[in-house]
């Protein structure tokens, strides 16, 4: 392991010199002449290295990102929703008579849009991050002293608005991106091993639908490679994912060489994960309860989502895939941890009344139809940990 690599895993750590040095048990000095090559890192200092990071697997660097958010309240002012939710002012935001969603009107900043609907107030107020703009927000988040986190906390305080009101709040979809670097130190991993493996019935899922698309397009009579993008499940379904060879869509996009595109970006394969709806809410929930990273929660969605083998020349299974263990250990191996808590009890009630009050009122009526209890005998029968008794005493008394 170089200096050079040994300074980009700092980085990627997002740790100082002296807390890097502090982990290994060297001085900062030490290790800033390292990494500035001035002295070699020995094998026994390479060996606490991966021991201290959890790098015996080997590491792809990785860097996850939210890519798309977009986020509804009942409320009627979208003046106040950019005030007090995204805490920016609105003279920076430009304004047209035009929306989608069946909003009709919309303040945009970059691509950071407020849509809502003046003829109707019911409607409410949605914020969507695009691309760019989630990029864009990151910078004023970062301005704030805030970050995603204690943005999503933010949507739930109880009096957001100052008018002792409580919103409905929806986070109706985000989509997460997580980027393989490209790798000094280990491979880059082949989505095409992925497709192959699929094909050969080598992948366990739990999507049913599993398509692709990749080929080449002429450009300038040079034949560009469009890269393989693979698609799991279906985008209608609350949960999608595509990985695909970001290096070649963004070489297309500019019209330069992979490898070009390589180095100016530095980055290989995408893992982009869609949810919608429940499935949003829900990992927002479990980000922010648990307190674990972005790169975390997608590898555990990932992870739980597909399986993948190796086999032998017949084509029987072996074990698992030691190519994508890599790609899926990578993910874990920047696991760092910050603060989570636990949801409120008026948290609670309004998950409660956004996504589970529509189906729990259909098996109501389907019990006061047939004469059934069906619906509070679950409930009765429905075991909670001691654990979450405890929590639930504290928190809600």
Sequence with gaps: MQGKEIKQLRHRLNMSQKEFAEKIGITRIFLSKIENEKKNACVELVGKIRKAFSLEGGVLPMEAKIDFLRIRFKYHSPVEVIEKVLRMSADYFGHKDFGFYHYTATYFFSEIFVYYNPNDLNMGVMIEFRGQGCREFELILEEQKACWTTFFWRLYEEDLFGKGLIVDTKITRIDIALDEMVSDLYPNYDLFELKEKWEKRLVDSTFQNFDFRGGEVVKNNQYLNKGLSLYLGSRQSPMYMNFYQKDFELAKKEQISVDMAQQKYGVKNRYEV??????????????????????????????????????????????????????IESMESLRLTMKGQKPSYEKSLRWLSNYLAPTLKKIWIIDQTLGKNELMERIEKAELKDKDMEKNQRNYH
């Design 274 to 327: 869609r949810l919608a709806d429940e499935k949003a809410y829900l990992f927002v929930e479990y980000l922010l309860s648990t307190g674990e990273t972005l790169e975390w929660v997608v590898k555990e969605l990932i992870d739980t989502s597909i399986k993948v083998y190796d086999c032998d020349e017949e084509g029987i299974r072996t074990g698992y895939s030691e190519h994508w263990r890599l790609v």
